[in-house]
Structure formats: C-alpha cells, structure tokens
C-alpha cells in the first residue's frame, strides 16, 4: 500500500464479553484526486473501490490494547481478480483488516504520530488479514511495503461471497514475528483495485475485539 497517516480516534460500544468495533473510522486518501467510497454504519462498513484504494484508520484506546482475538464477517460480490500480494505495485485486494501492534511504552511516546513514523519504529508490527489474491487460506507473506514489519495472512483468494472469520492475534503474531504478541493500538481497513483497474463491491460487518 501507499502512505497511511494515522487519522482518529474509535468510539467503541461495549459488549458482555468483547468490544465492537465499526463506525467512526476516518478514511485516509494514497492519491489526491481518486478513493474507494466507503459508507459506514454501527455494525458494518460498506466499500465501493473502481480502479482506486484508500483505507479507513482508527487507534485503539489503551484499555484495549491486550486484544488478542478478533472476529468479523466479509461479504464480496464484486472482487479483483487474483494478484501476488508479495509483489510491490501489483497486489490489488477485496479488503485487507490491519492490526498494528506496538510495545506499550513505545506506544505511549508516539501517541499521536502519524502511522508511516510509527511504521518506521523498529518496534511496530502489522498483521494484514486478506480477502483477496492467488495464494492459498493461511498463507503467510511478506509484505512488499513494510519489510519486516508486515506480515500477511490469506484467509480467502479473490473472488466472491460472505464469509465469517475468527482469528488468533496473538498465536498470529508469533507465527509472523516470533516473541508474544505487544500491544494492538490501531485498526484498519483497506480496499484496493487501482493496479488492475477492476472494481470491488464489498462489507465488513460485526467487527470484535476480545
């Protein structure tokens, strides 16, 4: 992906057992003149993206920095076709959800920073769920943007559909960094079809952190 800056604040709505998390978010533009078009709701995010990419942003408060699971539904009915997601400039995806983790501290002394001086500390970790290119579910690949920081995991290829995910942040994060999982301070959510310039049609609905 291209520049990210690091936009607002989430109000999240508590749940008995987890945080919801949708609505609120603030979309941050990669071209001036060119963006998907999101429409946001409490409970779900739609995205219509015609050859363009942007993402929606949003830190975490720090009484939910120890999330360690996360689940969501993604619902496609246009997609991208399927693209190496390893390859810079070539990586289009129906929806990508980051999770951006940080040692606590380091955190605290960054508290409003944008996101690309907070991806430049050698501490900051991304996780990158992806609904979207030619690898296999569970694939795990270098970002082509982050280095070392980024990792992504396929949980669906391109293609079209509605699906429920639940995934392990912190068996994830040992996966694709080694060590124990830091602390989760942002979120985000990306669409992305400018280098094939094909459309997406997607949602993201029942966002939950525990």
């Not at 363009?52 to 720090?62: G, Q």
Request: with cysteine.
């Amino acid at each position: 992906m291209k520049r990210l800056i690091l936009a607002c604040m989430l109000a999240a709505a508590p749940l008995p057992s987890a945080a919801q998390h949708l609505g609120g978010w603030t979309e941050q533009k990669f071209s001036l003149f060119s963006s998907n078009t999101w429409a946001q709701g409490r409970d779900a995010v739609n995205v219509a993206s015609d050859g363009t990419a942007s993402m929606i942003w949003t830190a975490l408060p720090e009484a939910e920095w120890d999330t360690r699971t996360a689940s969501w539904t993604w619902s496609v009915s246009d997609s991208v076709p399927p693209t190496a997601l390893d390859r810079k400039g070539g990586d289009d995806r129906n929806l990508s959800v980051y999770f951006v983790f940080m040692p606590a501290e380091i955190a605290r002394q960054n508290q409003g920073a944008s996101i690309t001086r907070l991806l430049k500390v050698d501490e900051a970790r991304v996780l990158m769920y992806v609904h979207g290119g030619a690898s296999a579910r569970g694939a795990l690949l270098q970002s082509p943007y982050l280095g070392a920081r980024g990792r992504t995991i396929v949980l669906r290829g391109a293609g079209t559909g509605q699906h429920s995910e639940s995934v392990d942040l912190a068996r994830d994060y040992t996966r694709a960094f080694g060590g124990n999982a830091t602390s989760l301070v942002g979120l985000a959510l990306s669409a992305d079809s400018d280098d094939t310039g094909s459309a997406i049609r997607a949602s993201l609905s029942g966002l939950r952190l525990q």
